[in-house]
């Protein structure tokens, strides 16, 4: 399913239980939510404050004309 994400954090939050290790997504992206699974890489390079969104195959597209009835302010 393509998302629309509004990111606050790039990498994952990494957590510490029972001795095991998990990583926390915080960017939105992972298949796996809550856990990380590396998608956070596609979003390197955008522009803070700026709408982008990922189709199912992971394209990230960044022109609000390319969604059609998505308001902006």
């Not at 239980?17 to 915080?26: A, N, V």
């Not at 590396?38 to 004309?65: C, F, I, M, T």
Request: aromatic residues 10%; contains cysteine; glycine residues 10%.
């Amino acid at each position: 399913m393509a998302r629309i994400v509004k990111r606050t954090h790039f990498d994952p939050l990494r957590l510490a239980i029972g001795g095991e290790e998990k990583w926390i997504c915080r960017c939105g992206l992972s298949k796996n939510q809550p856990f990380c699974d590396g998608s956070h890489k596609l979003a390197k390079g955008e522009v803070p404050n700026k709408l982008y969104w990922y189709d199912d195959a992971g394209q990230r597209h960044d022109s609000a004309e390319a969604l059609p009835g998505i308001r902006t302010f």
